[in-house]
């Protein structure tokens, strides 16, 4: 005898209402995400933001001079120019603060108050750094000798400044703009060896 077939009921049972909520809700989150997505994406293209940076545009060595007794004594012109390309939105530097250092020796801190870049925009600051005597150890001593004599000082420049921009109507941005870099200086002439860097965001 053949076995008896099984079929369902007539009668399906239903599927929860609490599921059919469920499914509504992942697709309407997943359609506004998607769409959010798009809008984001739209405004970047349009407003095309460009990072607001840092970076040193010229310096010069004004004076330079080590004594018998090891105290040296410097004097350095440093450009700073704060850059913002973005053409619809301006931006803030805040904390702004510099060391500048030599052998490992901080000669100077350059400092400056808060302030706004306009759009498409910079704003420069010269700073003319006169050092106090600095007494140096032998082998700083060494050092700078052995530099005056190959025409060659490298000065260490280390420090960040808090930016603030708006991206158009995606909301403000806020990071820590860092400069670390070396100046290399022709002390016989104090002319500067430029070198391609700006400051970086963390």
Known sequence: MAP???????RERATNPLVWC???????????????????????LVIHPRVPYVSVMDAHLDHIQIYYEGILEIQVTILIRAQNGNEKTHASFSD?????????E???????PPFEVGKNSS???????PSSPIPLRPDQVEDVDTGLKKDLII??????????????????????CRLDRQLRFHPLNGTYIPSRYSSKAK
């Open 96 to 104: 702004s603060s510099y060391s500048l250092s030599l052998n490992r």
């Open 155 to 176: 000065f260490d420049l280390k420090g960040s400044s808090r930016v603030r921009w708006r991206i158009g109507s995606l909301g403000s941005v806020r990071y820590l």
């Open 4 to 10: 008896k077939s099984k079929f369902s009921t007539s």
């Open 123 to 129: 704003v420069d600051f010269n700073y003319v750094v």
């Open 22 to 44: 469920g499914a509504i809700i992942c697709t309407i989150f997943t359609i506004a995400v998607s769409l959010g997505g798009i809008v984001t994406f739209i405004g970047y």
């Open 106 to 112: 901080v000669v100077a801190q350059l400092v400056a």
